[in-house]
Each structure stands twice: as structure tokens, then as C-alpha cells.
């Protein structure tokens, strides 16, 4: 098992390891076979100067290794997004606000992640610059979900103990979930997106992908520039509670036997988990019925671009975005009223709990050959597209915050347990984590 970030930054204070030998580390997994498709550029020798800086042990990250969607902006690169599209856009003039407080706190730089072209898929499929492949499977090449598809994999694989990624839909939970990483989408304003190409300005969140919930909290702090309120509090102090909602419908064989055994192994344990309907959440469909935020504010970014440059965009994509197009301003204005109004009445409904238990996404990975790029698998990939983002965008439009742990067994493939609740309450969900993450690995 490859140590998570607290075990190594242990290592480097009691003088076992060093920055110079953990960066290698990273760089030799970087160039891995696993890691194929992962990186759209590397950046080893800027790495290896963070790791050699005089006293960079004693900053937050001591030089370790970060890798950033290509989504975020970094001073003297060109933000693609996983794109063709923007390849001769002119490079940035300075560090987002995420990248600039992962720097300060010593991380090293080990490159910039593929990702769904612009954002725009759960899948993690690329039809640019190929698609990385599941850690969690050798026999056969499964999708690493998306849109942060190659942080997923440089995290899994070694080659960065934090990924700076995106959460519009669930591209943070969705590609942790699918291999047996944790990731944590905080309330969407802790965080600033400065800097950061958008998919939905509405919905954007900006977070990581890391190998522990420790690293999770520990990454986010960095991130927001806030410290989380750790509580003793034993599990049983916090009430939990389960949705009878489509959230639990269509589960395959895997997630449905992890779902059920992670449930009664959390109550043996003292768990206190309640059944209740939520039944605002089947009121998501009708309120997105007109194609929701992200194909709206896609497309406002996306609309000149697309005048000229429609042909170069993933279809696939390109599709999604030109739903927007169709959308009025007074459609635009009632879905923002809409929303407000759902997430009134889903508050209500959720009062005297601490937080809520789903599966993260309903299935394990597919393999890619099933809905790799042609209109013969197009059907296919919206299918899986849709099962995938449907638990995960409940939380997005809650204005939530929301973490996918692993709940899966050795020899069984990923499935992802999330544990969310309503914006700001990420405090009470990290230590909600934290201790179902103890109980699940004994």
C-alpha cells in the first residue's frame, strides 16, 4: 500500500526520508506504465527545485508532490481543460488561488492532469490525449471516472499524494469512488475559483483527491485557509441518516453487497442510522428539466469559441454545452429561484441529522472499450454518464458539501460510500469521515 501523506510527512521529520528521494519516488511513478494518459505536461525539474529548497521540510507540505487539473491556471501555462480547443490560448499571467496556496505550503509540482474535455463528463473519457486507465484494475482497462480523471490516477498510483482537482457534478467523488480514493467536495464558496477555467460558475467547487481522510481535512485547510474543528465525539454522538430515494436504485452486485455491508458493519459498530424518505430529492428532475446550470453556463463561456471551433470539441461534449443555447433568460432566472426554494424546504427536511449515507455512484467501473469514442457507444456512454453523476449532483445543488470514502473489500473492485450534508457542515462530515473510515478498516 502506498503511504498517505501524513505517514510520509512523519518519515521526512524524523529524518527516515527526505524531499529529494519522496519527489523521485513520485516522478519514477509518474512515468510509469499507470500512469499512462495521466499527465498532459510534467513538470519534473520545477519539482525537483521545490524539493531542494533550503528548509522546505518545515512548510506544510515539505515539498511533496501535488498534480493540478489542467483546468486551474499556472503562471506561464496555457489552461487547455483537457482541450484542443484552446491549445494556442496565451498562457497565464499568474497562479490561480488554489495552486498559489498549495506553493506557499511547499508543495511540489508535479504537472498537470488530463480531465473530460472542459469539464463536461463523470466519465473520464478523452478523445485528445487518450484516457487514463482505473488504478484499481490490471486485467482490463476500466474508466477512471472524471472529470478528474488523471488526478484520480496520479494519487492512486503515487505519483502525487494530493490532486488538486473540480467538483461541478461530482468530479471529485465520482473518479475517488471508482478507485478507492477519498475525495472531499467542500462547500463550494470556502474555496476561492479565481483563476480557474469554469464549467458552471453556479456549481463549481474547487478540492482534492488524497489517499486518507486525514490528508482530505489536511488538503482542504490548505485549500480554504481554515481550520477544521477536530471532535472526540465517538460516532454514535452523530445521528445519521440513509435516503429511500433513487439514490439507492440500480445498484450492480458490487456496490449494492459494499452499500449493505458497510451499513450493518456502522451499526454493529453503534452507528445510529435512520431510514427517512427526503422526498425533495425526486423534485430534481423537474427543476433541471431545461438542462440546468451547466449546460447554461457552459455555454455562455463556451458560445464564440463555438462559432469557429465547434469541429475541434469532443462531440460528446459539444453536445452537452449547446443544450444551453436553447435555454431562455427567464428559464435561466426561475431555475435559480427553483433551486433556492429546493434547498429551503431540503434544510427543513433534513434538521436532526448530522449527516446523510449513500452510495457515491451506483456502479463500478465499466470497462472503457464499452463506451470508448463512436456513435455506436454514444448510447452507452450517456447511460453510464447519467448513473454516475446522479448521486454525486444531489450535493452540488444542495450547495452541499459531501466526501466519498472507500467501502470496498481486498479483492472486490472500488465502490465509494459518501457522506454528506448542507452547506458549511463540513466539519461535522470530516469527522463523521474520520471515524467510519476507522471502523471500516479494522
Known sequence: MIPDLHTTLDLLRSGQSSPQLEIEKAIAAAQSNRCSHVFLTTLFDQARATADTPGIVSRPLAGLAVSVKDLFDMAGQTTCAGSIVLQNAPPAAQDCAAVSRLKQAG????????????????????????????????????????????????????????????????????????????GFKNTARLVPNTGVLPLSTTMDTVCALTRSVRDAVYAHELLSQQRVTRSPAPLCAYRLGVPRTWMLDGLDATVSRAWQRTLKTLRDAGARIDEIPLAEIHELQQIQATGGFSAAESYAWH??????????????????????????????????????????RMETAMQGFDAFLSPTVPIVAPPIADIAPGSQRDEAFFRVNTLLLRNTSVINMLDGCAISIPCHELGELPVGLMIWAGAMRDDPVLNIAQKIESILQK
Not at 469532443?314 to 428559464?331: H, K, N, S
Open 303 to 344: 458560445h464564440r469559441l463555438l462559432k469557429h471551433k465547434a469541429h475541434l470539441y469532443d462531440p460528446r461534449v459539444v453536445a452537452r454545452i449547446q443544450r444551453g443555447a436553447t435555454m431562455r433568460a427567464c428559464d435561466y432566472i426561475e431555475l435559480q429561484d427553483a433551486r433556492r426554494s429546493w434547498i429551503e
Open 107 to 182: 508543495a511540489s509540482i508535479i504537472g498537470r492532469t488530463n480531465m473530460s474535455e472542459f469539464a463536461f463528463s463523470g466519465v473520464g473519457i478523452n478523445p485528445h490525449y487518450g484516457t487514463p486507465s482505473n488504478a484499481c484494475d490490471t486485467d482490463v482497462a476500466r474508466i477512471p471516472g472524471g472529470s478528474s480523471s488523471g488526478a484520480a490516477i496520479s494519487v492512486a498510483t503515487g505519483a502525487a499524494f494530493i490532486g488538486l482537482g473540480s467538483d461541478t457534478g461530482g468530479s471529485i467523488r465520482i473518479p475517488a469512488a471508482l478507485n478507492g480514493l477519498v
